[in-house]
């Protein structure tokens, strides 16, 4: 099987959507050898801020010399960043062998009338490779939610992190931050640790602090008011936490919440018997760079890159953009899905703009270029809709001069189309 073929069969699993439940997952990998239990891992949940907390941590055991996986969902520029050890990308050969190995089993299920999703097959990838190659650690996110993620089949982790909880899948994980918080919590096992991001919203902390107790769980919440921001511009930030001074490359007052949730995170790795030392600790939050997190894809002309899809994440782009672009004059590029709170993410960052063009990702769940841009109205006048995202880049580029920057945000679908085109164009001379 080639890699090729390999993804084509992962893909026809998208038929089958989200089913929540631990039933075929758990089967699936008893069938295939249970390679999880051979593992150790971070488990994180949470709405926003998970895949910039599971990089930092997974930078820093890299750096301290563990042989350390990393599972992130969703992938923004290749399939394959799904899968990492020590930021290594998993070898196309050895992803086409393990789906060549699993792919049937999952035949034999959907006879049964067991239905394997695309992500669970995913998931059942990755803990194959990792056990494969012996990983010391595995950096694991949940896909969507956490009670029901085909993540949550393992057993009780070195530590769990829960980041930010917003409103998001509301139709799926419920529509309060209780709610959303209690399926987040569902990752939480018996007499572990539990580290929690702390700028949530009352009700949510009210459930982390309620299910951490439930589970026996020692509750650790990132004291990020104590952080103190050294300097801050829009290549990285500098901050002092706990005695220890550390450079990060993502920007946002957001990610130094999001660094001392890691930071905390790696302080209870210590704790259960890891040897990181401060060095690896500077070392490998000073590496770590994550694509479309308020990322910084030119200086001249000014462009940044967001995947800001729902309105906690617009909050944060809110206040990055407020920080780091006062005084420019602002243009944005803008697409969502159809089933995002759109209203309620655009409300607080459209008005920031002096122009929007909006545009659609490639994705069958997307909003219209022209449905989003009637949303867009009420807090920009000057937006319009375009037919591609190399029309929009285009126009947005013709608009820049040195008093202004673009700022591309939305669904991370459209960060990984528009990333393309952007590093493409400037790669040639712009």
């Not at 001249?300 to 909050?315: F, R, S, V």
Request: net charge neutral; aromatic share 6%; hydrophobic share 40%.
């Amino acid at each position: 099987m080639t890699y090729n073929e390999a993804v084509k069969k992962i893909n026809s699993l998208l038929t089958f959507g989200i089913k929540p439940g631990l039933e075929r997952i758990s089967e699936l990998l008893r069938r295939t050898g249970s390679p999880e239990k051979n593992l150790s891992f971070v488990h994180t949940a949470g709405t926003n801020g998970k895949g910039s907390t599971c990089a930092l941590v997974s930078s820093v055991l890299s750096a301290a010399g563990y042989k350390t996986g990393l599972f992130i969902s969703p992938y923004v520029l290749e399939f394959r960043e799904r899968f990492m050890i020590n930021g290594r990308m998993i070898p196309e050969k050895t992803l086409a062998g393990i789906v060549e190995k699993l792919f049937p089993i999952t035949e034999d299920m959907r006879a049964e009338g067991k239905i394997i999703t695309e992500f669970e097959f995913v998931f059942a990838i990755a803990v194959h490779w990792y056990s494969m190659e012996k990983c010391d650690v595995v950096v694991l996110e949940t896909g969507l939610g956490g009670r029901f993620d085909a993540t949550n089949v393992i057993s009780t982790p070195l530590v769990n992190i829960i980041t930010s909880v917003s409103l998001d899948h509301t139709k799926i994980l419920g529509d309060t931050y209780a709610q959303i918080a209690a399926e987040k919590c569902g990752i939480l096992k018996p007499g572990g640790i539990c580290v929690a991001y702390a700028k949530q919203q009352p009700e949510a902390m009210k459930v982390i602090k309620q299910k951490a107790a439930e589970k026996n769980n020692r509750l650790i919440i990132a004291d990020a008011d104590n952080a103190e921001i050294v300097f801050s511009d829009i290549s990285g930030t500098e901050f002092i936490y706990k005695d220890m001074k550390l450079r990060i490359r993502l920007i946002g007052d957001h990610q130094v919440r999001n660094a001392v949730t890691a930071l905390e995170a790696v302080f209870a790795l210590k704790d259960r018997g890891l040897k990181i030392s401060d060095a690896a600790i500077a070392e490998g939050f000073a590496k770590t760079g994550f694509p479309a997190r308020l990322e910084l894809l030119s200086e001249k002309p000014l462009i940044l890159l967001d995947g800001a899809h729902n309105p906690d994440g617009a909050a944060a782009l809110s206040e990055a953009v407020g920080k780091y672009l006062d005084g420019k004059r602002k243009i944005g590029i803008v697409g969502m899905l159809a089933d995002k709170d759109v209203g309620s993410a655009l409300s607080c960052i459209a008005p920031l703009f002096d122009m929007i063009f909006t545009t659609e990702p490639s994705n069958p769940r997307k909003m219209s270029s022209s449905e989003l841009r009637d949303v867009i109205m009420p807090y920009c006048s000057n937006v319009a809709g375009c037919s591609s995202n190399t029309e929009a880049y285009k126009k947005a580029l013709s608009e820049l001069d040195d008093r202004s920057a673009l700022v591309i945000f939305g669904s991370l679908y459209l960060a990984s189309d528009m990333r393309k085109i952007v590093l493409e164009d400037l790669k040639n001379g712009g």
